[in-house]
């Protein structure tokens, strides 16, 4: 696992052990960076369920002003602090131990966010919540960007109501992994 391009191109990151974590394929992350690449420079970004913190670094390797990494594990703090380090992006990070949902709900009515990072364990269905919960804090900015990745083929099924918010900008199957790139509506 590395970073793909920008100022830290090439700095390998380290992960958790074991099952807790799993790190996006280097497929799939340059697929999404390719989606939006040319949407990142100067953006604040929320990396939520955060793990490794590879695509927050990602993202701020590319040009992005800052990062918000949020994971309820202190142990994937830890790492995304060490790996913050390694790329000397911890300048533009900040982290926060919580559950990805509470941590939303109490960003009401602060600063936005320009693109938000929705990576769950595949097997908790939080994808559905965690949209609810931005929605209702309103936290992304006008035309803002969520990524969203799964493995189920569509974890919007019966869920008309998101559209209400989102349009989905892209969307693609890499191997098992489903991606969807969703807009705000203005």
């Known amino acids: 696992m590395r970073i793909i391009t920008g100022s830290a191109r090439g700095a390998k990151l380290i992960s958790l052990e074991g099952e807790s974590t799993r790190p996006t394929s280097e ?15 100067g953006r604040r970004v929320l990396d939520l369920y955060a793990g490794s913190g590879q695509l927050g670094l990602e993202a701020l390797s590319r040009g992005a002003a ?30 926060i131990i919580s ?20 990576d769950p364990p595949y097997a908790s269905g939080l994808i559905v919540p965690t949209l609810e919960r931005i929605i209702a804090s309103d936290i992304l900015a006008e035309g803002g960007l969520v990524f969203c990745e799964t493995d189920k ?20 199957s890499y191997g098992k992994i489903k991606m969807f790139l969703l807009e705000k509506k203005g």
């Open 99 to 118: 559950d990805s949902c509470n941590y939303v709900r109490k960003c009401a009515g602060g600063d936005k966010y320009n693109i938000i990072l929705v």
């Open 66 to 95: 800052f990062c918000m990494f949020v994971d309820q594990n202190p142990e994937a703090i830890a790492i995304v602090k060490k790996n913050a380090e390694k790329t000397r992006l911890a300048d533009k990070c900040r982290t």
């Open 153 to 172: 083929e569509d974890p919007f099924e019966n869920r008309e109501d998101i559209f209400e918010h989102f349009s989905i900008r892209k969307n693609g």
């Open 27 to 41: 497929r799939a992350k340059e697929a999404l960076f390719s989606m939006i690449q040319f949407e990142i420079e």
